[in-house]
T-cell receptor, first 114, second 117 residues
């Protein structure tokens, strides 16, 4: 069974540009979560999508947005990039009906903003 | 809001020895879920062990076990017979009970574990 996949592995952008990060969940999982892992800040929850809808968002500005497609894959968009957006972005998926609703993580996308 | 604290930024252990990583959390909820994740240098977060708060019995997965003290809001991870492959950043995470919009994980800052041969 394939795990959570993310693309691209690395992304380099300049300040003010837009970045698009992609995530494919484990087959059968309907929930996708996005987390930001920035140096010194730890892992911070960004967004949660389930069944195509945004269910919850963390304390991030509106220029962080995303969507979930009918096949449950997801996209994270970051507009007007700032230097402090440089981080590892992790995507996770889960099946809400499972007893623990464990989140399984992808390998991440390293975003560097110059 | 829930918070998770890992007071040991770094720990080291000799191969084959036992090490315990600490985690405390703050919550007003009575039922919740706790997890330990491992993040090796490859960056992929791997679930190590999980515990549901209403279950009194401590979870065990092979060489990994937890000491869950609900009243003290403590959730430590014990790694027995440490192996070189255990070297990684370990994160403690909290999740609210199922339902509503609270399926996010709240993570501690992590403990970097070094295993010495």
């Amino acid at each position: 069974e394939a795990g959570v996949t993310q693309s691209p592995t690395h992304l380099i952008k300049t300040r003010g540009q837009q970045a698009t990060l992609r995530c494919s969940p484990i087959s059968g999982h309907t929930s996708v979560y996005w987390y930001q892992q920035a140096l010194g800040l730890g892992l911070q929850f960004l967004l949660w999508y389930d069944e195509g809808e945004e269910r919850n968002r963390g304390n991030f500005p509106p220029r962080f947005s995303g969507r979930q497609f009918p096949n449950y894959s997801s996209e994270l968009n970051v507009n007007a990039l700032e230097l402090e957006d440089s981080a590892l972005y992790l995507c996770a998926s889960s099946l809400l009906q499972s007893s623990y609703n464990e989140q399984f993580f992808g390998p991440g996308t390293r975003l560097t903003v110059l | 809001a829930q918070t998770v604290t890992q007071s040991q930024p770094e720990m080291s252990v000799q191969e084959a020895e036992t090490v315990t990583l600490s985690c405390t959390y703050d919550t007003s909820e009575s039922d919740y879920y706790l997890f330990w994740y491992k993040q090796p240098p490859s960056r992929q977060m791997i679930l190590v062990i999980r515990q549901e708060a209403y279950k009194q019995q401590n979870a065990t997965e092979n060489r990994f076990s937890v000491n869950f003290q609900k009243a003290a809001k403590s959730f430590s991870l014990k790694i027995s017979d440490s192996q070189l492959g255990d070297a990684a950043m370990y994160f403690c995470a909290y999740r609210s009970p199922s339902g509503g919009s609270n399926y996010k994980l709240t993570f501690g800052k992590g403990t970097l574990l070094t295993v010495n041969p």
